[in-house]
């Protein structure tokens, strides 16, 4: 394929996550979205009532029932919008695990994407998971579209949401629209950018794309009388703070473009689709770690960010997802392992959901391809077709949990050791070791304790271990180094572990024990780890 095609082929494509707080309404919005692409007739059949599922189900069921691309790590449909010229758009929702699953995955795949959208609950605001996945787009330099949902039902006001914004993460909204009637009178949008009127009409169980209806500022004003004065008035006050969007600080991180939405009742649902396609960027080139320049229209590269194991019990199973960075993928490639410079045929590439999968033949930068059996590949790996390239590592995300992990039976010592490096290896877990605990039962470091089962059920499952994990009383962790570490592990409640990349990490119980060292010994070096390499 010529340059200019796949430049076609970037320039029409979108990636992105949505990072959320559960029960935001991350499941509804992503079926809402492909409600919208028109990729699906109906929603509501799949978001079953009551007992939820979890986001990868829902997403089986969805392909199953709809018969639409998806796999559990990334939702690709067609758009054909307003800004979407000759061909429609191509977008990627890549999902990141929500609830109970919440680990170093979910930051992994912050690292796929190329913009992220925050969903927020109206009457919640920000809430703590929502922040930490912010955070970490905020590292990334992630353009974050701000999204207010549940606008149906009775929540803040849209400055009171857009304070909280502004004061505590300094992300400053620039709304497209401006909710007409309150949180739980939604009635529809104020195009800040024409100035007329988005009405939504419902429909029944919001199970059908909201029907638009497109008025002036004048007949608004007539049929919605206060709450289109109120609407008006929000818009001119944004206006006149400067709250206006400007594409070049939303690339850089400092505004986020908002919008108000039901996803519920997929009322500005279609609005945000326009926005993404609009302003969010499309594929871009990375530099590989010695500063070489590697252009979407290059030879095929692409960096591996999430790996599953052991999701067919039947035999021992490996799936790597690559974000595809520069070239055409096409499926039997023979590509170069950048770690070991081992070729890798790439036979089985898929899209894949759970037991169903579906071949992939061609990819582009931008998507993402599931590889079978790829037992050599770990997170932050490159693939590449010549000129060698290797992108930067993935960093290690601060762990908050912490454990020992041993083995119940001596005899199988050497297995558990095998296993440990294994997993270390496929970033499941982060391991950490010291030479008073010695190498019998390291600690284990995780972002969310869900890493912990995974490591257990895998050692059982694919090693034939058992093992006994036993929690230590640490939530906290800070990078240090050797000048420090001497001093730091003889404070009571504090001990300094090495991770196998090498860095020293010094563990605490609780953050009062490490601001009473850092205030005691203020020359001992503790840097934060929020997601830094
Ligand atoms: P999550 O993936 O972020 O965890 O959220 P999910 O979509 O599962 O939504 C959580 C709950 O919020 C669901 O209700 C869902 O119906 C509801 N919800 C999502 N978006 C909206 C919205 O725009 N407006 C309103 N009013 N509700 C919304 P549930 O009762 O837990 O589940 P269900 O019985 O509806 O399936």
């Known amino acids: 394929m010529s340059s200019e095609a796949i430049a076609r082929e970037v320039k029409r494509r979108r990636t992105f996550a949505i990072i959320s707080h559960p029960d935001a309404g991350k499941s509804t919005m992503t079926e809402a979205l492909a409600l919208h692409a028109r990729m699906i007739s109906e929603a509501g059949a799949v978001h079953g009532k009551g007992g939820r599922r979890s986001t990868v189900s829902d997403w089986m069921e969805m392909e199953k029932a709809r018969g639409i691309s998806v796999s559990s790590t990334a939702l690709q449909f067609a758009y054909e919008g307003a800004h979407s010229g000759d061909v429609p758009n191509v977008i990627n929702l890549v999902d990141t695990p929500g609830h109970a699953d919440f680990s170093e995955d979910t930051y992994r795949v912050l690292t796929a994407v190329d913009a992220a959208v925050m969903l927020i609950d109206a009457a919640k605001g920000l809430e703590p998971q929502t922040l930490k996945l912010f955070q970490v787009c905020r590292h990334r330099g992630i353009p974050v579209i701000t999204v207010v949902n549940k606008w149906d039902r009775p929540g803040q006001t849209p400055l009171e949401l857009i304070d909280e914004i502004t004061d505590r993460i300094g992300l400053i909204p620039t709304p497209l629209f ?302 240090t180094d050797e000048a420090s570490a001497p001093d730091l592990d003889r404070q009571r409640g504090v001990e300094v572990f090495t991770r196998s990349d090498g860095a020293l990490l010094a563990l605490f119980g609780d953050k009062w024990r490490l601001q009473f060292i850092e205030k005691e010994f203020p020359d001992l070096m503790l840097a934060p780890l929020v997601a830094a390499a």
């Open 178 to 479: 401006v909710p007409v009637g309150i949180a739980g009178d939604f009635r529809g949008l104020l195009d800040r950018r024409t100035g007329g009127f988005i009405k939504f009409t419902r429909t029944a169980g919001g199970s059908k794309i909201a029907p638009e209806a497109f008025f002036t500022a004048d007949e608004a004003l007539e049929s919605e009388g206060d709450a289109w004065i109120a609407a008006v008035e929000e818009s001119e006050l944004l206006g006149e703070m400067g709250q206006d969007h400007d594409q070049e600080m939303f690339l850089a991180g400092q505004t986020s473009p908002m919008i108000f939405t039901s996803a519920m009742l997929n009322f500005g649902v279609r609005q945000l689709l326009e926005s993404l396609v609009e302003f969010a960027p499309a594929p871009e080139g990375r530099d590989g770690i010695d500063g070489t320049e590697r252009a979407v229209t290059d030879p095929f590269s692409a960096v591996v960010f999430k790996v599953q194991a052991g999701m067919d019990t039947s035999h021992r199973d490996r799936l790597a997802y690559m974000r595809i960075v520069s070239g055409e993928f096409e499926r039997g490639m023979v590509v170069t392992h950048a770690q070991t410079g081992k070729p890798f045929a790439t036979k089985y590439a898929q899209a894949v959901f759970g037991r169903d999968r579906s071949t992939v033949d061609t990819a582009y930068p931008g998507d993402v391809v599931g590889l079978v059996n790829a037992m050599a590949l770990a997170p932050g790996d490159t693939l590449y077709i010549d000129p060698k390239i290797q992108y930067p590592p993935i960093p290690s995300f601060a762990p908050e949990h912490f454990s020992t992990l041993r083995v119940t039976t001596a005899d199988k010592y050497k297995q558990f050791r095998k296993a440990i490096d294994q997993l270390d290896a496929e970033g499941v877990v982060q391991v950490l070791r010291n030479d008073l605990r010695g190498d019998a039962a390291p600690v284990l470091a995780a972002v969310g304790p869900m890493q912990f089962e995974v490591v257990t059920a895998r050692m059982k499952a694919e090693f034939n271990v058992d093992t006994i994990l036993e929690p230590l009383g640490y939530s906290l962790a800070r990078r």
